[in-house]
């Protein structure tokens, strides 16, 4: 039988700034790399020849992103988007690690479905894709899983994400097996009794345009319960999609507390508001749903702080159908991967976030939450995979739908232009995204 595997070649990445947080640094210099992996940064010993240079003049080199809470919706959902697609999305995004959460159908509760994601994946995906399993089977919020073969079969966190878990005892177990495996407790912070017939942020607007609202304290409330059971368990306890000003207060005095917390906040949170909504506009529909001007500055300043850690873009894929119908029916979600980088850097540009702390917020502190089995993702030390982003922060584009990589084009930023794009995205050594723009010289 033939031998298929593909011989990389050594690639010299010359003349960017190179950004790695985790390692404290910043300067202009050369990457090297080699077997899939980081050679060297800096200056280093080049073969004579037989490698490849992609010239980074003007642009930042950094260590691959990684997204903590992505949905690729296979198995189940395959028209809204399959692992393949998504994670194409993701290369073009600049993300090298994508986790999948476990709201398919089946649901990721048992390990032959983690196998069958890792599989696929393998064979399919462009970049790293790692599975995400339930807290409760079927995510019915009622029996736990099988928490330790889970583990085994390979999952980085547990969650019930888009629906809460609800039940305490449920909870409390779930950050007990924490301690225990090492993996974090993700939830989705929302209580359902405050949110029934919810449509967007409760406020003004959402009474000017007849929708149900979805108060911050419906959120608020959640997290002060998972904060304490943290605190009584001793669990890691990780909250998704931070969205309101009074949650980021509550994670902060935790954190003075000692509790074992870590939260994270989506591009369309740190970016955008309710004000989206006006008009009736579905493709701003999401959960939690996009708030308050105060709101923003708050998740700004919490990220700024650390008491925010991560950005994760809760990407979530939908077709035509879902959103193109009336708002009340329409689905809540955006897909996100792909204008990730450029609405952020929004944020780079006005002066709000430093670009170090953006990166770090995509990259190092991810790797921190995923735990020490991936503990080499994130950064650009030598012998690390060598997973790397190239972008350029001030080239603008137009944000257009029907040239995404995702089958998701359910996006607000539609027509919208954005600054900041990621020129390459390198995985395991290989170049899985390239603009049309990125010269290349071959050895």
């Known amino acids: 039988m033939p031998n298929r595997t593909k011989v990389i070649k050594p690639l010299l990445i010359p003349n960017g700034r190179l950004i790695d947080p985790g390692q404290g640094i910043d300067e202009t210099g050369n990457l090297f790399i080699a077997e899939g992996k980081i050679g060297w940064l800096g200056q280093g010993k080049l073969p004579r020849t037989g490698y490849d240079i992609l010239d980074a003049q003007g642009l930042i080199v950094c260590p691959g992103f990684i997204d903590f809470h992505c949905h690729l919706r296979q198995p189940g959902f395959e028209e809204k988007e399959t692992i393949a697609t998504g994670a194409q999305a993701a290369a073009r995004g600049g993300f090298t690690t994508v986790c999948a959460m476990p709201n398919t159908t089946p649901p990721l509760d048992n390990p032959s479905v983690i196998d069958y994601v890792k599989s696929t994946a393998a064979s399919d995906g462009a970049v790293r894709v790692l599975p995400i399993g ?24 547990f969650t019930d994400d888009g629906e809460p878990v609800a039940n305490s005892r449920l909870m409390t177990q779930a950050l007990e097996f924490n301690r225990l495996l090492g993996l974090p407790i993700i939830d989705h912070c929302e209580d359902r009794s405050l949110t029934e017939g919810g449509q967007m942020n409760q406020g003004a607007l959402s009474a000017r345009l007849g929708l149900g609202g979805i108060p911050a304290v419906a959120e608020e409330s959640m997290v002060k319960r998972d904060l304490t059971l943290a605190e009584h368990s001793g669990g890691h306890l990780h909250i998704a999609h931070v969205s309101t000003a009074g949650s980021v207060e509550l994670i902060r005095r935790a954190k003075k507390r000692g509790v074992r917390v870590t939260a994270e906040v989506t591009p369309h949170h740190l970016s955008l508001t309710e004000e989206l909504v006006a008009g009736y506009n579905t493709l701003a529909k999401v959960n939690p749903p996009l708030r308050t001007r105060e709101d923003v500055k708050a998740l700004i300043k919490g990220l700024n702080d650390k008491v925010i850690d991560i950005i994760a873009t809760d990407h979530a894929p939908h077709t035509r159908a879902d959103k193109e119908v009336e708002f009340t029916e329409a689905a809540f979600g955006i897909s996100g991967l792909e204008t990730a980088l450029g609405s952020l850097m929004g944020l780079v540009h006005r002066g709000e976030i430093a670009l170090p702390v953006l990166i770090a917020s995509l990259t190092s502190e991810v790797a921190k939450i995923i735990g020490d089995k991936y503990s080499r993702l994130g950064t650009l030390a030598a012998g690390a995979p060598a997973d790397v982003t190239i972008f350029d922060p001030d080239k603008e584009w137009l944000v257009d739908p029907d040239s995404f990589a995702s089958k998701g084009k359910n996006t607000p930023l539609a027509g919208t232009t954005l600054k900041g794009k990621v020129m390459a995205t390198i995985y395991g050594g290989k170049i899985v995204y390239i603009d049309d723009k990125m010269g290349m010289v071959r050895g």
């Open 134 to 157: 339930c807290v409760s089977l079927g995510r019915q919020g009622q029996a736990p899983v099988d928490f330790t073969a889970l583990a085994s079969a390979g999952v980085i966190a």
